[in-house]
Structures are given as C-alpha cells and as structure tokens.
C-alpha cells in the first residue's frame, strides 16, 4: 500500500532564510501535489507536478518532483510570516487508483 | 462560489446518534472524494466516486459508515451510532479528471460527546 512522507514534520525558521521540505512516496506515481493548510481551514492547492524533472514555482516557493527517487520538495526561498502554514504533498494515482495518498503534513512556523 | 460546498460547517452530536454531512462538489467535477482528518495529521482517505459510482471504499471505514452520490451530483456521507473516536473534520473534494488537483471544501467538523 502506498506510503507518503514528509520531513521534517516541524520547522521553525527565521524570516529571509531558505529550506527544503522532503516528501517521499513507496510507489510508483507521476502525479504529485502539493497542498498548504491554515489552522482550522481547508487545503488550497499550491503545485501541480506531473512529469519526472517537473518544476513549478510561485512566489517564494518552488516544487519538484523526480519520479525515479520517487521523491518531491518544497523549496522556501527567503521565508516570510505568512507562509506559516501546514503543508502536505499529496499522490495520485499508485497502482492503479485515482485517490490521492496525503502525507504526514509539515508544519512550518517562520518567526519575525 | 463555484467551489466545493459543505453542509453543516459544524455538527455537535451524543454518542450513539447517526449524523449525515453533504457536499456539493464543483459541476462539472465527476470525480468526489471523502477525507477524514484529525488534529495533526494529514487528511485521511474515505472513499471515491466517479459520478455514481461508488469506486473505492477504505478498508479503516466501519460498516458504520456509509455514503452516497445519486445522479452524480451532490453527496452524502452518514455515520451511524457515532462513537467519541469518529470527533474530526470530515472534508470532501472533487476533481475534474486524473492529472489535475482536487479542490476541497471547508469541511465538517464533528464533535461527538
């Protein structure tokens, strides 16, 4: 059965320095997302990775995937306050299955 | 609003009463999908439909569990003689086709007392 997760669970980092969430899956996919959760609210999406070498970026944060390592990061570059988030990679499509397999969740507090 | 719609936000029931949370997926989404999370931990997976069709069901669901999506529309998950360990938000979400993300909605937070 498909496993997913992430490291390190907890980050605490101070404002304008970088980091790299890891997110590790036990089987095959291509399809890999990445998802940010306030506390109490619903997830919103953030990257869309579907290819090996896929790389997406938006703001502050940039997402890869390489399917061979079946490995994915979240790459914060000069983190600020308001990405103080739980963040989580989310799988589709191992064997076979259209559900997406959720990771353990990252939470990231960055401090003034 | 186009998203994903849930109904109640918020359920407050005794132990051993049956409950029933409805979602209104996206529209032109024929795929919805029913997640359990607790405090801490990432959302969990319940169950799956492609429009009517149920398509998988976790084996973690009780027989307490059920849910449905008729005409492919709208959903409803119901959980018969709740127990305090069913306390969680319950989130659903639908997606458009494979290869793209599923969008949430704001869930259904459950207190059983």
């Known amino acids: 059965e498909l496993k997913v997760e992430q490291n390190p669970l907890f980050l605490s980092m101070q404002e304008g320095k970088n980091y790299t969430i890891y997110c590790n899956y036990s089987?095959?996919?291509?399809?890999l997302y990445w998802y940010r959760q306030d506390p109490g609210k619903s997830l919103e999406s953030l990257f869309v990775?579907?290819?090996?070498?896929a790389v997406k970026q938006e703001g502050r944060l940039m997402a890869s995937l390489d399917t061979k390592a079946r490995l994915s990061t979240l790459h914060i570059t000069a983190a600020v306050h308001d990405l103080s988030a739980t963040y989580f990679c989310a799988v589709e499509g191992a064997s076979g299955t259209y559900k997406y397999i959720f990771g353990t969740g990252t939470r990231l507090k960055v401090l003034a | 609003d186009t998203g994903v719609s849930q109904d109640p936000r918020h359920k407050i029931t005794k132990r051993g009463q049956n409950v029933t949370f409805r979602c209104d997926p996206i529209?032109?989404?024929?795929?919805l999908y029913w997640y359990r999370q607790t405090l801490g931990q990432g959302p969990e997976f319940l169950t799956y439909?492609?429009?009517?069709?149920?398509?998988?069901k976790s084996r973690l669901l009780s027989d307490r569990f059920s849910a449905e999506r008729p005409k492919g529309s709208f959903s409803t998950l119901e959980i018969q003689r709740t127990e305090q360990g069913d306390s969680a938000m319950y989130l659903c979400?639908?997606?458009?086709?494979?290869?793209?993300?599923?969008?949430f909605g704001q869930g259904t937070r459950l207190t059983v007392v």
């Open positions: 529209s032109e989404h024929n795929r």
């Open positions: 439909f492609q429009n009517e069709a149920q398509l998988e």
């Open positions: 979400a639908s997606s458009a086709q494979p290869n793209t993300e599923a969008f």
């Open positions: 990775l579907l290819s090996n070498g």
């Open positions: 089987t095959t996919s291509d399809r």
